[in-house]
């Protein structure tokens, strides 16, 4: 009986190398798009936390009375950052891209202080900005509150576009990886049908012949997983070097969470394949083998 079940443990190499290859290129597949799904996430959230509000302040407000409401505003909920524009400063950009000092002209600097706000992600939507303003507008010296409605509705209508999209693409992928990961395991198991019925003649149990399959399913999905995360993390490294600044969406969190997920995905995709196929040569009467 042991013969027989490492002789069920001990396919011929080949299918073993074929094996982790097929299924290491479809957790390949399946790594990139965990890996879009989640950059895609960072994205959304780098592009909305980047939108700014604008609060105008009244012109006579001092550079204290400024510095004031500036501190009122950071210590607020669903603001991220903020970037006070003194009169001074607002002339001096205005005179160069001007490439005069409008001062001279209207006799007084005609530019008047801002904070310009980045919001926290979840806040930056138009129905959220709405009683933002509001409440921003009620804050003494604050004159007024400005922010560009249509490019925010414009960003989380093509981010809701982008992660649908990609949703789709890995609901699609994970039938497809389980189709081809389900074909490549049951033509392994199916070169060694006549064990698994040699087996059954011996007395041995279902879950006994099934033990060493799964064993062996379980081991190829963590080389391939390997294979795999190896694969990813040199087109990573190379990715860094070419760009640094991508890891402001693509940071090692991400890496982590992919490499999880293609681990998890390729030990039990394998284990259910496995499952599957050994079970359904283990239903089968001995003249049914010899017609597939």
């Not at 957790?27 to 990139?32: D, H, Q, T």
């Not at 780098?46 to 510095?67: F, G, Q, R, S, W």
């Not at 693509?250 to 039990?268: E, H, K, P, R, W």
Request: positive net charge; proline residues 2%; aromatic residues 8%.
């Amino acid at each position: 009986m042991a013969k027989r079940r490492n002789i069920a443990g001990k396919p011929r190499s080949l299918q073993v190398v074929t094996l982790c290859i097929s299924t290491a290129m479809v957790l390949i597949l399946l790594g990139m798009v965990v890996l879009t799904v989640f950059t895609s996430r960072n994205l959304s959230a780098y592009v909305k936390e980047n939108l700014t509000v604008t609060m105008i302040l009244h012109p006579d407000m001092t550079n204290e009375e400024c510095a004031s409401v500036c501190e009122q505003v950071d210590g607020l909920r669903y603001v991220s950052s903020l970037n006070f524009v003194s009169k001074e400063m607002a002339l001096k950009e205005g005179t160069k891209e001007l490439g005069a000092n409008p001062a001279e002209f209207a006799g007084e600097n005609p530019f008047t202080a801002e904070i310009e706000l980045q919001l926290k992600a979840d806040y930056a939507n138009n129905d959220s900005i709405a009683w933002i303003g509001k409440e921003l507008k009620t804050l003494k010296g604050v004159s007024d509150v400005t922010y560009r409605q249509d490019l925010v509705e414009s960003v989380n209508q093509t981010l809701s576009k982008v992660g649908l999209v990609l949703l789709i693409i890995a609901a699609l992928l994970t039938i497809v990886s389980f189709s081809l990961i389900n074909n490549t395991i049951r033509l392994s198991v199916y070169a060694q049908r006549f064990t698994i019925h040699t087996m059954k003649l011996v007395g041995a149990s279902w879950g006994f012949i099934r033990a060493p399959f799964l064993r062996r399913s379980a081991f190829l999905g963590i080389i391939s997983a390997t294979i795999a995360t190896i694969v990813l993390l040199i087109g990573m490294s190379l990715l860094y070097q070419y760009d640094p600044e991508i890891k402001v969406v693509l940071d090692y969190n991400v890496v982590a969470i992919t490499t999880v997920v293609m681990f998890s995905f390729g030990v039990l995709i394998t284990l259910i394949c496995s499952w599957i196929s050994v079970n359904k040569f283990l239903r089968m009467k001995a003249g049914d083998l010899y017609k597939i």
